[in-house]
């Protein structure tokens, strides 16, 4: 599976993005589907997943209530909403797929390149 991360940018505090991850050589319908983030200097961190059998999503304690993760299987496409941007959300995005528990990194297989999405305060 190959995964196309993209939609970062440059946005202030208080802004919106929305990341998309499209995905080709399999199906996302198939996978768990999650997005990372990573802070220069800092670990690759879970943020949210939707998962391939009855779409429970998931979110870090710090992006409840303002991110959204959707999947759209006619797109094969993962987005990731992101609402009420803060300056601690600087971080490159990856979105990633596998089969595991949501929120652990190791439990992934696939990964996309990433995308740099920058809140400016």
């Known amino acids: 599976v190959q995964l196309q991360a993209s939609g970062g940018g440059l946005v202030q505090t208080g802004g919106s993005l929305r990341l998309s991850c499209a995905a080709s050589?399999?199906?996302?319908?198939?996978?768990?589907m999650g997005w990372f983030r990573q802070a220069p200097g800092k670990e690759r961190d879970f943020v949210a997943a939707i998962t391939w059998s009855d779409t429970s999503t998931y979110y870090a304690d710090s992006v409840k209530g303002r991110f959204t993760i959707s999947r759209d299987n006619a797109k094969n496409t993962v987005y990731l909403q992101m609402n009420s941007l803060k300056p601690e959300d600087t971080a490159v995005y990856y979105c990633?797929?596998?089969?595991?528990?949501?929120?652990?990194?190791?439990?992934?297989?696939?990964w996309g390149q990433g995308t740099l999405v920058t809140v400016s305060s």
């Open positions: 050589g399999g199906t996302v319908s198939n996978y768990n």
């Open positions: 990633a797929a596998g089969a595991g528990w949501v929120r652990q990194r190791s439990d992934y297989d696939y």
